[in-house]
Each structure stands twice: as C-alpha cells, then as structure tokens.
C-alpha cells in the first residue's frame, strides 16, 4: 500500500520512507530457496561451498538503510487501548481487535478512508496509521501475519524525527 503523498516528508524524517520501496524488488525464488536448503538454524548460518556465513545488522543496514545503531526499542507492553484516541484519532471496534493487537485490515481501511481527504490536522494521525500498519505487515509481523501489537503504539506518541532516532 503506498503512503499518502502529504506523509512522504514525515516517513522520510523518520528514517523508514526506504520500507515503502520493498514491493519494488523482485524476489529471486531460486535463490530464496537455495539459501533455505543452506540454513543451519542451529548456527544461524548459511552452509555455503566456501564457508559459513550469516546476515548481520550491518547487512540490514546497507541493503535496506534502516538504522541499526540508535536508541534501542524498550518499554511495557501494557499498553491501554484508550491510547489510540490520542495517537492515532481512532479506536478499533471490538471485533477489529485481537485483545493486544490491531487487524492488520482494520489499519488498512483506516488509512483507505483517511486517504480520500486527509485534512491536516489528521496527517500525523494517517503518518502513525501507516507506520504501525509498516510495522506489522514488514517488519514486527507476527506468526499469522495479520496483526500488529498494541505495544508499538507508544513509540509513534512522538514526532519522526524523534521515531527516526531508533534502531
């Protein structure tokens, strides 16, 4: 889902704009599934013909330029959903929830009806919306792959460029 033209600046000063790039690549399906067949998962290395390897940060950092060396993402995760009010103007209904967790559906309408004419006291609602909804479809996804933790919710209760100090 690509972002709102009127977020793009706040994507960019929090460092993430390069995660609405990823549908851009291709995906090499061999070599995917070459790097499978080579998997030590008890090593965390790829067995390869020379030697072991394995990704590090470094390589996230240079493939995807996301930071890897800044403020390290800690807190509670006992996070009240009365907090979306503030955060992001909206609370899910009871059954576009899942106890601590956002239906990756429901923040995706969410941002499909605040697209059609996001005035600008609500940009920085439909900027947070976007990074939870880049959170849990890319890089916090959980094993169903349909959800986002509540928890993140906390981090985007600043500006960008405050979200953009973190690893």
């Known amino acids: 889902m690509a972002p709102h033209p009127l977020i793009v600046e706040h994507l960019k000063e929090a460092g993430i704009w390069v995660l609405t790039q990823i549908n851009k690549f291709s995906v090499d399906t061999r070599l995917v599934t070459a790097l499978l067949e080579r998997w030590r998962p008890e090593t965390h290395t790829f067995l390869l013909p020379i030697k072991e390897c394995t990704i590090t940060l470094e390589d996230i950092h240079m493939l995807m330029g996301l930071k890897v060396n800044g403020v390290v993402v800690t807190g509670s995760s006992k996070i009240l959903w009365s907090l979306c009010e503030n955060v992001i103007g909206k609370v899910p209904q009871d059954h576009e ?18 697209c059609v004419e996001p005035r600008p006291e609500h940009l920085m609602h439909h900027f947070r919306v976007y990074v939870l909804y880049l959170i849990g479809k890319l890089l916090m996804s959980n094993t169903s792959g349909n959800k986002v933790h509540l928890k993140w919710m906390m981090l985007l209760h600043q500006p960008p460029t405050e979200i953009g100090k973190y690893s």
């Open 97 to 114: 929830k899942d106890r601590k967790s956002f239906k990756l559906t429901w923040l995706q309408r969410y941002l499909e009806e605040m």
